[in-house]
């Protein structure tokens, strides 16, 4: 057991030393849009299934609450998956895949940013959502794992874990989540 452990910590530890370089350009890459959304007066729209919806929750509370700061403004951003009326209303009414696309054209704006979170990359419903987001002119970061899958070339910048264990995949999108609201917090 304690072998399993260290073996973890050990793989994941690794993965990030040996790839310092393309998190540090892909977190900038990222910042810099999401910077120049919020310098237009625009948004941050989230969105995941399972345990990447918690990702899209988690940054969105960090960037509306706070993150290290004790004081600063709150930053606009919604994730289109905690609201469990109206995904029910839509999957019901319309078919699961749209549970986000739906929202997506009530809400999204040009010059938002949307944030969507995959460990697979081939999440149909987020697929759709970003078809729906491109067309109407918001800047799209897709945060991935595995190979990428079919979100791997959707938007602006793709942010790719190339790990297949779905729970690593998910600490370092947590990790990920927390550099951006550290980088986002500086200017605020």
Same mark, same amino acid.
């Given at each position: 057991?304690?072998?399993?452990?260290?073996?973890?910590?050990?793989?994941?530890?690794?993965?990030?030393?040996?790839?310092?370089?393309?998190?540090?350009?892909?977190?900038?890459?990222?910042?810099?849009?999401?910077?120049?959304?919020?310098?237009?007066?625009k948004?941050?729209?989230?969105?995941?299934?399972?345990?990447?919806a918690a990702?899209?929750?988690?940054?969105?509370? #960090?960037? %509306?609450?706070?993150? &290290? /700061?004790?004081?600063?403004?709150?930053? @606009?951003?919604?994730?289109?998956? *905690?609201?469990?009326?109206?995904?029910?209303?839509?999957?019901?009414?319309?078919?699961y895949?749209?549970?986000?696309?739906?929202?997506?054209?009530?809400?999204?704006?040009?010059?938002?940013?949307?944030?969507?979170?995959?460990?697979?990359g081939n999440? #149909?419903? %987020?697929i759709?959502? &970003? /078809?729906?987001?491109?067309?109407k002119? @918001?800047?799209i970061?897709?945060? *991935?794992?595995?190979?990428?899958?079919?979100?791997?070339?959707?938007?602006?910048?793709?942010?790719n874990?190339?790990l297949?264990?779905?729970p690593?995949?998910?600490?370092?999108?947590?990790?990920?989540?927390?550099?951006?609201?550290?980088?986002?917090e500086?200017?605020?």
């Open positions: 057991m304690r072998e399993k452990i260290k073996e973890n910590i050990e793989n994941l530890t690794s993965y990030l030393n040996d790839n310092i370089e393309y998190f540090t350009r892909k977190i900038y890459q990222i910042c810099e849009i999401l910077w120049q959304s919020y310098y237009n007066n948004k941050i729209i989230t969105m995941g299934n399972g345990g990447s990702d899209a929750q988690h940054i969105v509370c #960090e960037l %509306i609450g706070r993150f &290290l /700061k004790s004081q600063r403004q709150p930053l @606009a951003a919604v994730c289109l998956n *905690t609201n469990v009326s109206t995904l029910t209303a839509i999957a019901n009414d319309f078919g895949e749209y549970v986000f696309s739906r929202q997506i054209e009530a809400l999204c704006e040009e010059g938002d940013a949307v944030i969507a979170y995959s460990t697979s999440s #149909e419903n %987020i759709e959502a &970003l /078809k729906i987001a491109h067309s002119g @918001a800047k970061i897709t945060i *991935t794992g595995k190979d990428g899958g079919k979100m791997k070339g959707i938007g602006e910048v793709n942010f874990i190339e297949k264990d779905t690593r995949i998910q600490e370092v999108h947590c990790l990920i989540n927390h550099l951006i609201c550290e980088l986002l500086s200017r605020y």
